[in-house]
């Protein structure tokens, strides 16, 4: 692996994370900001103590919504034993930590928090719920409906459920976990292919108008649905699977954002966790580990594909940054309106993410970077296979 500089990496990360945490990172030019933004945020004056390391970073836009260029997920679902919350992945933490860390993301200046009915299901939303009680106001919560969760046990009865007097039980729920009069992003998590769109997006609209969900979005739909559901309603955001790991939205998703204004939300900006040099070559993925189910992740196309990870560890340490800030900066550059929604578990894997707002790339450094990403190809899908079905579905016609 090539070594640009003599500085060893632990003390590398050290001097990153210090300046990080010392608000000295935010400061350089960023990737996720932009020269009008900057100086808008510049004119603001001096922020609070609180959200300092992040005030000179320019805000997004997804649609209508201004927040801070790196959100957090939050989908955790209760572990074995008292208040353990797990990830999809190998990390756990517990109920006090994860309110902790939820708590320290809006220090941090983080305004996007992104959760769902069906994580845990609603374990994740209370927790969230409970961790912005009187930070609320300062922040953008965005959540997710559409399958069919039994509103009693959280029994996961099937597949979707997007019929409108369904959609309103699950609101007035989720308003109640949330502890909050309003969702400001409500996603449909999958299209629901007994529903038409357009009853969809017409419930959001009332909605919207009870001051009830502010805006709304869809999460992994069909190109046509977008344009359908946009029609009746304005979309705020599309919330898919984007990374250097899985590039497929810039071939048509993209170019629809941009072309009906809508922003952009990668979910696993990270590729669960094998950008962030969490895997290797030989890793194995546990029991209750949903990569053990992915067949990218599988010991043949991980052999293959681990060629990505180095990449990335190999300008991480060229740009003195962490893998995680890399891939997450990367996305950044791909537009303007693209806001990533890393999840974890650690508060210092926190504090890296969010500083990954301040990492900028030179136009030769990213064409460089591009022209090498390009010429990796990545074996195997990226979900298993029912849950890949579920993407890209067109929602039934409206009779
Ligand atoms: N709309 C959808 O269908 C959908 C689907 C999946 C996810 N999502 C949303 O997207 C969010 C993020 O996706 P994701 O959690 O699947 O994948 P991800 O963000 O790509 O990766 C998360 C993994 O990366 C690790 N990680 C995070 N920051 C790190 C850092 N700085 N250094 C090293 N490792 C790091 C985490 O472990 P640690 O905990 O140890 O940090 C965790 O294992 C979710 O929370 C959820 O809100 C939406």
């Known amino acids: 692996m090539n070594r640009p500089s003599d500085i060893p990496d632990t003390q590398r990360r050290q001097m990153l994370l210090g300046a990080a945490v010392a608000g000295l990172a935010p400061l350089l030019l960023s990737a996720c900001g932009n020269a009008a933004g900057d100086r808008q945020a510049g004119s603001q004056g001096t922020a609070p103590a609180s959200t300092a390391s992040t005030a000179p970073v320019a805000r997004r836009r997804l649609g209508p919504i201004e927040v801070f260029p790196i959100g957090l997920g939050v989908q955790w679902n209760p572990g074995k034993g008292t208040d353990v919350a797990n990830d999809l992945y190998s990390s756990s933490t517990d109920r006090a930590a994860g309110i902790a860390l939820i708590r320290r993301a809006v220090d941090l200046g983080v305004t996007l928090f992104d959760t769902a009915e069906v994580y845990g299901p609603f374990f994740s939303e209370a927790l969230l719920g409970e961790a912005l ?45 949330l502890r909050t009069d309003r969702i400001d992003l409500l996603y449909q998590h999958r299209v629901d292919p007994n529903v038409p769109i357009e009853d969809v997006a017409g419930t959001m609209k009332d909605l919207a108008a009870e001051g009830k969900v502010l805006h709304y ?183």
């Open 133 to 177: 009680q009187g930070v609320r106001d300062k922040v953008v919560v965005a959540t997710k409906f559409g399958f069919d969760v039994d509103p009693d046990t959280g029994e996961r009865r099937g597949s979707t459920n997007s019929r409108p007097e369904h959609i309103r039980k699950v609101v007035e729920a989720q308003l109640r976990r």
């Open 217 to 399: 979005g869809l999460s992994e739909p069909g190109l046509q649905t977008i344009r359908r559901a946009h029609a009746v309603h304005p979309v705020a955001a599309i919330q898919n699977e984007f990374s250097m790991l899985w590039r497929g939205p810039e071939t048509s998703v993209l170019p629809l954002c941009e072309e009906l204004g809508i922003g952009f939300v990668p979910w696993s900006p990270l590729g669960m966790g094998f950008l962030a040099g969490m895997v290797n070559a030989r890793t194995h993925f546990g029991e209750g580990d949903f990569r053990a189910a992915v067949p990218r992740f599988a010991s043949e196309a991980l052999a293959q594909n681990i060629v990505l990870a180095r990449l990335v560890q190999e300008w991480a340490l060229r740009k003195s940054v962490t893998p995680a800030q890399l891939a997450l900066a990367w996305l950044c550059t791909v537009k303007p309106w693209i806001v990533p929604i890393p999840g974890t578990t650690n508060i210092v894997h926190l504090q890296q993410n969010v500083a990954a707002a301040s990492v900028s790339f030179t136009d030769a450094e990213l064409a460089e970077l591009n022209a090498a990403l390009q010429a990796i190809h990545i074996e195997g899908e990226r979900l298993p296979p029912p849950v890949l079905n579920a993407t890209g579905v067109e929602a039934p016609a409206k009779r």
